[in-house]
């Protein structure tokens, strides 16, 4: 492909309320297709961000069937473009527990890629406490899917801190990094980690952020953010909703990777 492609990253807010969500993730992906974007990531958690851990539960869909699911396909074939829908709660065959799950949906709605999260939280600081383990299941499997414009990698939130991961993707034109970061990790390194894995990898990166004050006293750190091959930030929205939008261009990411060719140098 030897045309730039648009991508837009949806930075949300989201609410124990899943109408409200849904609410608010079509009006920001509606925004993104009138500005021309042609892929759109929804943030982890986009359709419910619960009062306590176990609201999730509640809301689990079985693979396939749900209105988090039906949501999503609509979406994507409204408006004929690639939805990556964040993350939703799958159910999983341990009780009491669910996958956080992240669905791909072509142009015609059709589902075409799955990812549950590998690498799940878990963070202690004072009252700051956060353990995902005690209501996600661990995923297993490495995933990516093609575009238009080349692989694309999938990922969420937690996963970027571990770099094997993208490794064994192979080489992707594209990550996309759906999260949910605190305020106080992604103050620290949120900006950091993204712009390292767009270095070392030598692709673009779009990362999807909730981003403000939460009705269940939650803060997180937003800054959704499209990265390019050679880690400069194209675009970034530090709080609030909305959007960032820009493009994939073949022709950059070529450049990057034959002007430093670290991909072929590589011996381990």
């Not at 192979?170 to 767009?198: D, K, N, Q, S």
């Not at 990057?256 to 590589?266: D, G, I, K, M």
Request: net charge negative; with cysteine; glycine share 8%.
């Amino acid at each position: 492909m030897n045309d730039s492609f648009k991508v837009a990253a949806i930075q949300m807010v989201s609410t124990p309320e899943p109408q409200e969500n849904f609410d608010a993730a079509a009006r920001l992906v509606t925004q993104a297709a009138r500005q021309g974007a042609q892929l759109v990531l929804l943030p982890e958690y986009w359709p419910i961000m619960g009062r306590h851990e176990r609201d999730k539960l509640t809301h689990a869909e079985a693979d396939g069937s749900g209105p988090i699911q039906e949501h999503m396909s609509a979406l994507a074939r409204q408006h004929r473009l690639w939805l990556v829908g964040g993350t939703l709660p799958l159910q999983s065959a341990v009780s009491g527990k669910v996958l956080n799950t992240s669905l791909v949906y072509g142009p015609d709605g059709q589902r075409v890629a799955r990812y549950d999260k590998i690498h799940l939280f878990n963070f202690v600081r004072g009252e700051e406490n956060y353990d995902e383990a005690r209501t996600i299941e661990y995923g297993s499997e490495v995933r990516s899917f093609e575009a238009p414009f080349g692989r694309v990698g999938l990922s969420v939130c937690y996963d970027l801190r571990f770099p094997e991961l993208y490794r064994a993707m192979g080489e992707c034109a594209l990550i996309v990094m759906p999260a949910a970061f605190t305020y106080t990790t992604g103050r620290a390194h949120w900006e950091l980690l993204l712009r390292a894995r767009a270095i070392e990898n030598q692709c673009y990166v779009l990362a999807s952020a909730q981003g403000g004050e939460h009705v269940n006293g939650r803060r997180t750190w937003g800054h959704s953010m499209l990265v390019d091959p050679w880690g400069e930030i194209v675009s970034v929205l530090p709080e609030g909703e909305g959007l960032v939008i820009g493009d994939i261009d073949p022709h950059r990411l070529q450049y990057v990777r034959e002007s430093l060719p670290a991909l072929r140098h590589r011996k381990l």
